[in-house]
């Protein structure tokens, strides 16, 4: 069974960067797409961003478009995530998922869509 282990979260002060990483194993990395999703507390569980199995196209959330980035590298079978401009809003456990796709340039935004979840990462930010 795949299985993925999210790093990277700390405490950060608004302005700063952050960069996430999920490790996959346990699969084939390359037939996966990839996302990121992230739950505050008392709130529901929302995507912030997704790559296709190609690392070729992308999607964001609207709150997090311009200074989130999202990439993957394959001879690491791991996928970032680059957070630039945080924002106390970002406060939250980030978690990574991944979905079979039988076509290199798809993503899925919806978390229905994914397979495996890693257990996640708190990134929280401050004023």
């Known amino acids: 069974q795949v299985q993925l282990v999210e790093s990277g979260g700390g405490l950060v002060q608004a302005g700063d960067s952050l960069r996430l990483s999920c490790a996959f194993s346990?699969?084939?990395?390359?037939?996966?797409?990839m996302g990121w999703f992230r739950q505050a507390p008392g709130k529901e569980r929302e995507f912030v961003a997704a790559?296709?199995?190609?690392?070729?196209?992308?999607a964001y959330a609207d709150s997090v478009k311009g200074r989130f980035a999202v990439s993957r590298d394959s001879a690491k079978n791991t996928v970032y995530l680059q957070m630039n401009s945080l924002k106390p809003e970002d406060t939250a456990v980030y978690s990574c998922?991944?979905?079979?796709?039988?076509?290199?340039?798809?993503?899925?935004?919806?978390?229905?869509?994914?397979?495996?979840w890693g257990q996640g990462t708190q990134v929280t930010g401050s004023s």
């Open positions: 998922s991944s979905g079979i796709a039988t076509d290199r340039s798809k993503y899925y935004v919806g978390a229905y869509d994914y397979d495996y």
């Open positions: 346990r699969g084939t990395f390359v037939n996966y797409a």
């Open positions: 790559i296709s199995r190609s690392g070729g196209s992308t």
